[in-house]
């Protein structure tokens, strides 16, 4: 994972001038719902987050959550209510997405509201969507708006400024590009982010990650992996894990070599669509699950 350290370009300019534009827009603000990745909740969450949106009223959405452990989503859950976040599971483009999200964003606002309506004042609710590269954001936003409001797309870094969308006369959005934190110490949580496509895969070695990635699902879910894969099994060596999937799949070029880099999109198309099975990659800190069961 050393060699991701050495080439990403982890936080361009576009970045610091994100967070710029979130600083001054603040004022703003009167709650952020913060978007990570159900299947890596610790690496897809911004540490800058907890310092920066302090002072404002915060949900965080565990999104993706179809394609994560269901068990492993309500024990995150419990951990971040134990540190006093509200937190939910949500499936950005499913169709319960818009009445959940806006039920929470109400229930987060709704003191600031109260106040204001005992003054007379009807207010309008202004809340910031959050989170890194690829986590959802824009999803979520054009399934609240009912339209495609906001950019979407499948690689990070879509969102290239802030976007307000308009919910309804008293409810309004902001989109804002997906903000990484300056610097990436931990080598591990760096690995499920390249995972999850957060990096992009265009400055990656796809064929050694696609080969870490089937090393650390065999560990998690081994069963749905040799199904998935069939030449693939608890004994084939590590140094042949890519090898194996190449094989399963027919991806053989003229030579009888096996052609690696094709192997290798299959398997990070495949992990990352949910079709090799249900798992997240990080389980909360086991300090908290004790406290969660005592």
């Known amino acids: ?25 603040l004022k703003l603000i009167d709650a952020v719902i913060e978007l990570v990745d159900a299947r890596a909740p610790e690496a897809s969450r911004n540490p800058d987050f907890d310092a920066l949106f302090a002072s404002k009223s915060r949900v965080l959405l565990l999104n993706k959550s179809d394609l994560a452990d269901p068990a492993t989503n309500k024990r995150w859950i419990s951990y971040y209510k134990q ?13 319960n997405a818009k009445a959940q999200t806006v039920r929470l964003i109400e229930r987060a ?30 999803t979520l936003i ?10 979407t797309g499948d690689k990070p870094g879509v969102t290239k400024g802030k976007q307000w969308v308009k919910i309804t006369p008293h409810l309004e959005l902001l989109d804002s590009p997906g903000l990484l934190w300056p610097k990436l110490e931990n080598n591990a949580l760096a690995e499920h982010l390249a995972f999850l496509g957060s990096i992009n895969d265009e400055i990656l070695d796809l064929e050694s990650l696609a080969n870490r ?4 699902l065999r560990e998690l879910c081994p069963d749905a992996l040799f199904a998935r894969y069939k030449k693939l099994d608890a004994n084939t060596p590590q140094a042949a894990l ?31 669509a949910g079709k090799i099975a249900r798992v997240t990659l990080e389980q909360p800190p086991k300090e908290e699950s004790h406290a969660e069961n005592a």
């Open 83 to 95: 540190k006093g976040v509200e937190a939910a599971e949500v499936v950005a483009s499913g169709a």
């Open 242 to 272: 890519l090898e194996a999937v190449a094989r399963s799949r027919g991806f053989i070029v003229k030579g009888g070599e096996i052609d690696g880099e094709r192997a290798a999109r299959i398997v990070l198309d495949e992990f990352r």
């Open 142 to 151: 054009n399934r609240i708006a009912g339209e495609k409001r906001a950019q």
């Open 213 to 216: 990635l089937l090393s650390t």
């Open 109 to 138: 606002t709704a003191e600031q509201v109260k106040r204001l309506e005992a003054k007379g004042v009807k207010k309008t609710v202004r809340v910031l969507v959050a989170g890194i590269p690829n986590v959802g954001k824009s």
């Open 1 to 25: 994972m050393e060699e991701f350290r050495q080439t990403i370009n982890w936080y361009p300019g576009h970045m610091a001038k994100a967070k710029r534009m979130l600083e001054d827009n």
